[in-house]
């Protein structure tokens, strides 16, 4: 009985196993934890698809896939005291998977964010001071963003990957100035093939 037990877990992983002609789908649908500076916690929807592959050989049964990517993405997250963000943005990148399915990306971004003040807010008007009913802003987002994790689809029928990514991105206008923010995106993709 521990034999055939042990030829279980043995066959059953392997017989999972896909053949080595992997490529990129042709769309990876994203949902994400986006954390703005890493703590103020959101939700990010996006959608990916490769322009361009590149399948390098490395042996009879191991290949590396190179890709460009171009993109869209939908953001929200909430600064709490401070602020509510939705963003929209393009991205455009490089992607990697390796033979054994770990993967890297490295992307540009750009696009439009909505900010809305957390709170109450007030204006002067004429001469006195009355509870502003605007309480939003318009800004230009762009930044950079990396990052690495697995294509389970590269060994396994699993058609998921996992990512993490940080995010470095300006926004402005903010006041009259260009501000930095970082964030962190834990990632769960799935690939249409």
Known sequence: MKTFLLVLLIFIPAASLKAQNFELPKF??????FGEMATHGGIRIGLTTPISQMIKEKG??????????VGGCITYYKHPRNHKGLMVTGVIGRQRVGKNGFQTSLNLEAGYMLSILDGETYEWNDSEIVESSNKGSSHIVFGLNGGFGWNFDKKTDLPL???IQPHLYFQAPYNTTIVP????ETKLSY???
Do not use: D, G, H, P
């Open 161 to 163: 990957s996992f990512m």
């Open 28 to 33: 990876q649908i994203s949902l994400s934890y």
């Open 191 to 193: 690939n249409l093939k």
């Open 60 to 69: 009879e049964e191991t290949s590396v896939n190179k890709a460009w990517i």
């Open 181 to 184: 923010r970082l964030a962190l």
